[in-house]
C-alpha cells in the first residue's frame, strides 16, 4: 500500500525547493512529482508515449489525478486540477509508510504551500464547481498539450495523505492521534568527592642534654712513720694477711622511655542542607482551530471587503485572524470570559503563532470573529 501527500504552491520555484529538500532527505526522486501548466516533472507513475501529442493538457491533468485519487474521487480530482489551470504547482510526493508520508509532510511545510480547501471556497464563491471544472478540461485546444511532458502519475494501492497545514490533503483515515507531551522533573541524589585530610605521621629526633652528678672512689695509700710500743692485741698479727681495699665510681645510665603526650582525632561529621534546583521543563499543546463554514468566510470576507480592503494585502492575510478569534472565543479555556479579560493572553497566543502578523493590525478582525461566536 502506497501513501500519498498533496501540497499545492504559488509557484514552480517554491515546489522545486521543496522537492529537492524531500530528495536531500532520503525520499526516492521516482517518489516525488511535480505537475503545473507546463507538465509533470518525474518518473515512476506511468508515462505518455509519443503517440498522444493529440491529447490536450487538460486530458493530461485529468489523467494525472485520476491516477493520483482514483476514480471515485472526482472533487478532489477536479480541485487539484483548477489549481493547475489556475497557474499553480502541485507537488505529490508517494512513499511505502505513513511514517514516511508525515516526514514528507514536515519538509514539505517549511516551503509555503496553499491552504487548498482556502482556495477550493474563493473559487466556489466566485461560480466555479466540480462538474463545470470536470467538462472545462476536457475542450482545453491540443495546441496547449506542447507544454505537457515528462510522466503522467499513476498510483498503487490505496492512496494516503495527510490532513494538516496548508495545502496538504486526503486524510482517508477517520481519526488522527496527536501526542501531548510534557517534561517531568526527577531530581536524585548521587555521591562525590568534595575533598578531605590526609594524616602524615613522621619520626622526629630532637637532640637534648641532661646534667647528672656521678660519684668517684679513689683508695690513698700513706705511709707515716711512728715509734710506740706495740699493743700486746696486735701480737697476733704477725703473720701473713692480705686484703683488698676496691675504688667505686658512679657512671651515668641513660634510658629512654615512650609516653603519650598528645593525641590527633581524626573523624568525619554528616550534616544536611537544603538547595533549590532551577530548570526548565518543556510541553506541547494542541490546539484546535474550528474551520469556518462557508457562511462564515462570506461572512468574514464581507467584513474584510469593508474594513481592510482599502487599506492594502488580500482576505487571504486576515482570514486567520478571523479563524482565530472565533476558534478561541469557543474553546473551554475562553468560553466565560469576556474580550477585555482575555485580550492579554489572546495577544500574546497569536504572537507566538504568527510571529510575523503583528496584533495591533489583526486585532480588529480577530475580535470581529470572537464577537460572532459571542452573538
Not at 138 to 163: E, N, P
Not at 191 to 218: A, D, K
Request: proline letters at 2%.
Amino acid at each position: 500500500m502506497s501513501h500519498t501527500l498533496a501540497a499545492v504552491f504559488d509557484n514552480r520555484a517554491d515546489a522545486e525547493r521543496a522537492r529537492n529538500e524531500l530528495i536531500s532527505a532520503g525520499i526516492g526522486t521516482d517518489a516525488v512529482h511535480l505537475n503545473d501548466s507546463s507538465g509533470t516533472t518525474g518518473t515512476g507513475l506511468g508515462t505518455t508515449s509519443a503517440g498522444t501529442q493529440d491529447t490536450s493538457l487538460g486530458d493530461s491533468i485529468k489523467h494525472f489525478f485520476t491516477n493520483l485519487f482514483g476514480d471515485d474521487d472526482d472533487d478532489d480530482r477536479a480541485v487539484y486540477g483548477e489549481a493547475v489551470n489556475r497557474g499553480k504547482c502541485v507537488l505529490t510526493v508517494q512513499t511505502p509508510t505513513q511514517v514516511e508520508v508525515e516526514r514528507a509532510a514536515d519538509i514539505v511545510e517549511r516551503f509555503g504551500p496553499i491552504d487548498i480547501d482556502e482556495h477550493k471556497t474563493q473559487w466556489q464563491a466566485s461560480g466555479w464547481n466540480a462538474s463545470m471544472a470536470q467538462g472545462s478540461a476536457s475542450s482545453m485546444s491540443a495546441s496547449q498539450q506542447s507544454g505537457v511532458t515528462g510522466s503522467m502519475a499513476g498510483g498503487t494501492g490505496s492512496q494516503q495523505g495527510l490532513t494538516g497545514a496548508g495545502s496538504m490533503q486526503r486524510a482517508e483515515t477517520e481519526s488522527q492521534v496527536i501526542p501531548v507531551m510534557q517534561e517531568e522533573l526527577k531530581v536524585g541524589k548521587r555521591m562525590v568527592q568534595r575533598g578531605g585530610v590526609r594524616i602524615y605521621q613522621r619520626l622526629v629526633e630532637t637532640p637534648v642534654q641532661e646534667s647528672v652528678n656521678l660519684r668517684e672512689e679513689h683508695v690513698n695509700v700513706q705511709r707515716r712513720p711512728v715509734d710506740r710500743p706495740i699493743d700486746p692485741s696486735q701480737v697476733g698479727a704477725f703473720k701473713d694477711t692480705s686484703f683488698e681495699l676496691r675504688e667505686s665510681a658512679e657512671e651515668a645510665v641513660v634510658q629512654k622511655t615512650a609516653r603519650v603526650v598528645e593525641e590527633v582525632v581524626v573523624g568525619k561529621q554528616a550534616s544536611q542542607r537544603t538547595e533549590q534546583i532551577s530548570d526548565t521543563l518543556r510541553s506541547t499543546q494542541v490546539d484546535v482551530e474550528r474551520l469556518g463554514t462557508t457562511e462564515d468566510e462570506d461572512y468574514y470576507r464581507g467584513h474584510w471587503t469593508s474594513n481592510f480592503a482599502s487599506t492594502g494585502g488580500s482576505y487571504d492575510d486576515y482570514a486567520p485572524a478571523y479563524r482565530y478569534g472565533a476558534a478561541m472565543r469557543g474553546s473551554d479555556e475562553y468560553r466565560n470570559r469576556s474580550w477585555d479579560e482575555s485580550e492579554a493572553t489572546l495577544r500574546s497566543s497569536w504572537e507566538s503563532r504568527y510571529p510575523q502578523s503583528t496584533w495591533e493590525k489583526f486585532k480588529a478582525a480577530v475580535r470581529h470573529g470572537w464577537d460572532r461566536i459571542t452573538s
